[in-house]
């Protein structure tokens, strides 16, 4: 799955993935999602971690694409 959150309000963008996630629960997650900042990459970054997933950004010109893996848990 593939989200661009550049024009996205950030409140918007971790209820998106919370739905996602916990949709996926239990189940093999990939989701890239492109950002603006740096900032908003730790934000999500935390997000998933909370939900017991690993993230990976890579810079990509004037953007980044942040890498989201792994099984989340239910809460």
């Given amino acids: 799955m ?8 950030m409140q918007d963008l971790l209820k998106k993935l919370k739905e996602n996630l916990s949709f996926k629960c239990g ?5 890239d999602i492109m950002l ?3 900032e908003e990459t730790r934000k ?7 939900s017991g ?5 890579d810079k990509k010109g004037e953007y980044y694409i942040m890498h989201i893996t792994g099984t989340p848990c239910c809460s």
């Fill in 2 to 9: 593939e989200i661009d959150a550049r024009e996205l309000d």
């Fill in 27 to 31: 189940c093999d997650v990939s989701i």
């Fill in 36 to 38: 603006n900042t740096t």
């Fill in 44 to 50: 999500v970054s935390a997000f998933a971690a909370m």
């Fill in 53 to 57: 997933c690993k993230t990976k950004t």
